[in-house]
């Protein structure tokens, strides 16, 4: 690697240099002035979803995008707090001490610094591939059971009912419903109101600032209905603006405790932001490099951990409207956080007139966008097994760990990768005597004669430990239905590759072939595949001989092989070969 290449490595942002220019600057700025407006009202909603104080939405926004921006490989890709993430940290943390309390922000500064460590290790060890095998359905899945989980949690606030800490997802239902009667109805009617409005003005201006619209209305009904007096709860005023200095808790026990909860937000924040990196690299016709997206999104969550900031990731919805406002650069996620701390120095005051209620309001709307009805109702009509990962993350989110639940979607997910992969396709050919070449043709498309003597088929796939006993089971089976085969011949031109327990089952078989008086034939196999074919002890077993190039050679070859007075007295006219015999 040339000097070059490693200082892009160590310090990536050095590649925008040639985009930066006075008109890629003001667009930029434009971007960034547009996430900052929309980030405002959904930093305090998140950190609520978290069991934050809201100050810690506002700093996760400030500090994670500038990290993840001068780090990561994506030119339009905004990190920050996401309301999945939200969820697990909460639900992480709550389980050990009191929401909102110095232990529980000390401990999610523990998860979020841990998680970073895993990030930043997967980009360093080069994983950034492995986001390849995870079915997006894992995420879907995840994120409409998450979604439920987001709107039982702000039942509460949109209410005024007391829930129980720690009450599970039919639990805190049924407390719902038991205490229904007790329902504040000036929190209800802001709630609603909020809701209502949020709805309505997304109608008549679909790209205005929407949440910030509907919490100002909020604000406005509260005051007018003296809302604190009749015990409408006030998120407060922010009092800190700049992101303070903290230090998370890397003791031995609160690592012990934390580390297996922070894989699972590591890699539910990999794959967020890797997938959303792509959706919009797709769209921008941009390169994207899955393992310095790692380690940018590692960087960003160490450091966070320090100033204040919890556990974040891509952001679909900020990301989808920095690339719509213009953004140039990831110049525009730093402008934005630049722009978010001179908006919160303004209206920070505001935040004491702001009430829960209407942030609950809020959650419920993002938490109803979370769910993709239409792609969700798609994917059950039309695949089995991704409609089963779908179901089981989800169903295992609402009811049991959600660190669990990430966990089982992406196993469910690899299980059936893993599946596909073990069970190469094997079908059977045979020239097909229409055609003057006698082209062979899939015997599954279109029903031609075979020769009684020979058996030709396709394996598509790869021959790795894992698939050989599938190809086996395949291979005896032929041998069982055409008892005179002694030669088979196998096309090898969508063999991707073959391991060592792959070769070994080809030399098994071509023994057992040779001693029936036959052979095993390969032809057509890439360079990569066939590579391992040409070590000593397994070239000499299948013989250098039986490995051709073409079909045509290797019917010419085998054709010499056959049982000759079998061919005089069959009539079939299989090969090219055969004719001559009837003049």
Not at 95 to 100: D, F, K, R, S, T
Not at 228 to 252: C, F, K, W
Not at 493 to 514: F, H, K, P, T, Y
Request: positive net charge; proline residues 4%; hydrophobic residues 50%.
């Amino acid at each position: 690697m040339t000097r070059h290449a490693w200082v892009l490595r160590l310090f990536p942002f050095l590649a925008w240099k040639p985009l930066i220019n006075a008109k890629n600057l003001k667009s930029d700025l434009i971007a960034g002035l547009t996430g900052a407006v929309i980030v405002l009202p959904q930093g305090v909603a998140f950190a609520m979803i978290a069991g934050l104080p809201p100050q810690y939405g506002m700093y996760t926004a400030m500090v994670t995008p500038i990290v993840a921006a001068l780090f990561g490989s994506s030119r339009h890709l905004i990190s920050g707090p996401t309301t999945a993430i939200s969820i697990v940290v909460f639900t992480a943390v709550s389980q050990h001490v009191e929401p909102g309390s110095a232990e529980f922000i000390r401990l999610t500064l523990t998860l979020t610094f841990l998680a970073g460590v895993y990030q930043f290790g997967f980009g360093l060890a080069r994983l950034g591939a492995l986001v390849n095998f995870v079915s997006p359905n894992v995420i879907m899945g995840f994120t409409a059971g998450a979604a439920l989980l987001i709107a039982t949690s702000q039942i509460q606030h949109a209410m005024g009912i007391v829930i129980p800490r720690g009450e599970s997802f039919l639990e805190t239902w049924w407390t719902v419903i038991q205490n229904l009667s007790s329902a504040n109805p000036y929190t209800l009617i802001i709630a609603a109101a909020t809701l209502a409005s949020a709805i309505i003005i997304k109608r008549m201006i679909p790209k205005g600032p929407i949440l910030l619209l509907a919490m100002l209305i909020a604000s406005l009904l509260s005051i007018l209905l003296n809302g604190e007096n009749h015990g409408v709860r006030m998120v407060g005023e922010i009092t800190a603006y700049l992101p303070q200095m903290s230090l998370p808790d890397l003791s031995v026990g609160s690592i012990r405790l934390m580390a297996p909860k922070a894989f699972a937000v590591a890699l539910l924040g990999l794959i967020e932001a890797v997938s959303i990196s792509r959706s919009v690299a797709a769209l921008s016709q941009q390169k994207i490099d899955g393992n310095q997206e790692f380690i940018g999104q590692g960087l960003s969550n160490i450091v966070g951990s320090f100033f204040s900031s919890y556990a974040g990731s891509g952001s679909f919805t900020r990301t989808g409207i920095n690339y719509s406002a213009g953004a140039k650069t990831p110049l525009s996620a730093i402008f934005s956080a630049f722009f978010l701390l001179l908006i919160l120095i303004f209206l920070a005051p505001l935040m004491a007139f702001l009430p829960i209620a209407s942030m609950g309001g809020i959650i419920l709307l993002v938490a109803y966008n979370l769910i993709e009805f239409k792609h969700i109702k798609n994917v059950i009509k039309t695949s089995r097994t991704e409609a089963l990962v779908l179901m089981v993350t989800f169903f295992s989110t609402l009811f049991l760990d959600l660190e669990f639940a990430i966990y089982s979607g992406v196993l469910f997910s690899l299980f059936f990768y893993l599946n596909r992969t073990a069970k190469p396709n094997i079908f059977s050919l045979a020239p097909d005597p229409e055609e003057t070449r006698r082209n062979l043709v899939n015997l599954e498309r279109k029903s031609v004669v075979e020769c009684p003597q020979l058996k030709i088929i396709r394996l598509d796939g790869s021959l790795f430990f894992g698939a050989i006993h599938h190809v086996e089971e395949k291979l005896e089976m032929i041998k069982e239905q055409g008892l005179q085969y002694k030669h088979i011949l196998i096309l090898g031109g969508g063999i991707n590759s073959i391991d060592m327990a792959g070769a070994n089952m080809l030399v098994q078989q071509a023994v057992q072939l040779r001693k029936k008086g036959g052979g095993l034939y390969l032809v057509e196999l890439k360079a990569e595949a066939a590579k391992i074919l040409f070590k000593d002890q397994y070239i000499d077993a299948i013989g250098k001989q039986n490995i051709f190039d073409s079909v045509s050679e290797v019917l010419t070859a085998i054709y010499r092989k056959l049982d000759m007075e079998k061919c005089y007295l069959c009539h079939r006219n299989i090969f090219l070969e055969c004719l001559p015999k009837k003049s």
